[in-house]
């Protein structure tokens, strides 16, 4: 494994870091940009209809890229012989995002199911901790979790 590593580190390593900056970019993106632009729509079902098409093209995108970083994390650690509490913590950190992401992926679609049978009040209460609370969680943990890795590396 080492000496696959070695061979096709670059590769490796560019995955894992664009993988990431594509799920944290991702979330700031929609909670800095698009989230407030969304607030500013007066018709609440437009608004919940456009916010549940925007989060789950979100939830499609990084998919493949959670599993990137899983995959490329796990090169990594066993191609460079990294160990040690930092190691451990910024693998708990993505699992934790890996998790919330889970969560807030099957509420989303536990609101478009309601909102597709015209239940807009359940389809808003399944999306109610996603803007605030669950999305702002993840891009604090994956800010870290970037940190921890950048140190990792030196």
């Not at 509490?85 to 199911?113: C, F, G, S």
């Amino acid at each position: 494994m080492q000496t696959w590593f070695e061979e096709y580190k670059t590769i490796i390593i560019f995955l894992h870091i664009f993988s990431a900056v594509v799920w944290v970019g991702g979330m700031i993106a929609i909670k800095i940009a698009v989230h407030p632009v969304l607030q500013s729509i007066d018709e609440p079902k437009i608004k919940l209809g456009k916010t549940l098409h925007i989060v789950g093209r979100l939830f499609h995108l990084v998919m493949p890229f959670i599993g990137i970083i899983a995959l490329c994390g796990v090169i990594i650690i066993q191609g460079t012989g990294l160990s040690g509490v930092m190691v451990h913590i910024k693998e708990t950190l993505w699992t934790i995002m890996t998790l919330n992401y889970t969560y807030m992926y099957i509420k989303r679609m536990q609101a478009q199911k309601c909102f597709d049978l015209g239940n807009f009040a359940s389809a808003k209460e399944h999306m109610r901790l996603l803007p605030n609370i669950l999305l702002p969680f993840n891009i604090v943990l994956g800010i870290v979790a970037i940190f921890l890795g950048v140190m990792l590396r030196g």
